[in-house]
């Protein structure tokens, strides 16, 4: 398959996946009063930031150079697919364990088998991630007072 026709097909997954979330969050989310930007804002700005970049990914596959020389089909390494299934497996393991460690030591793992399936190997990058990720968690607990796992 084309490139094109993957990035069409993912764009459109994104959108659908993003216009779901924009019809859930009133149903699934309550609304405080009490906080400054309100316990929907963070997830409507990803529903809408998913819909927005889909939007813009159809529309780049239709318009942008990158894809005039797309003629052949681009076999994908076996190594790769690996990759990307351990990497599948990383995101549900750690959904599973959160609610037993919590949030921050489960996201700080899943980073680092994501770094090290990205084969990365400076230290420099996994304290950039490590302070990103303490960084998000005191954002959603002591900005926002969003109740994370």
């Known amino acids: 398959m084309k490139l094109k026709t993957y990035d069409r097909i993912c764009a459109v997954i994104f959108f659908?996946?993003?216009l779901f979330l924009?019809?859930?969050?009133?149903?699934?989310i309550s609304a405080r009063k009490t906080d400054?930007?309100?316990?929907?804002f963070v997830p409507y700005v990803v529903a809408i930031l998913m819909v927005s970049l889909s939007v813009?990914?159809?529309?780049?596959?239709?318009i942008s150079k990158k894809?005039?020389?797309?003629?052949e089909?681009?076999?994908i390494s076996a190594a790769n697919e690996l990759r990307v299934f351990l990497f599948i497996l990383t995101v549900i393991g750690s959904l599973f364990v959160m609610?037993?460690?919590?949030?921050?030591?489960?996201?700080?793992?899943?980073?680092?088998?994501?770094?090290?399936?990205?084969?990365?190997?400076?230290?420099?990058?996994?304290?950039?991630?490590y302070a990103f990720v303490v960084g998000l968690t005191?954002?959603?607990?002591?900005?926002?007072?969003?109740?994370?796992?």
């Open 73 to 75: 089909d681009k076999p």
């Open 16 to 18: 659908s996946f993003g």
């Open 56 to 62: 813009l990914l159809f529309i780049l596959t239709f």
């Open 22 to 28: 924009l019809v859930s969050i009133p149903i699934y």
């Open 36 to 40: 400054i930007l309100g316990s929907r």
């Open 138 to 149: 005191f954002f959603f607990t002591k900005l926002v007072r969003v109740d994370l796992p």
């Open 67 to 71: 894809y005039k020389n797309d003629s």
């Open 99 to 129: 609610q037993f460690i919590g949030f921050l030591l489960a996201t700080l793992i899943m980073v680092t088998f994501t770094l090290l399936l990205l084969k990365v190997r400076k230290i420099s990058w996994f304290i950039i991630v």
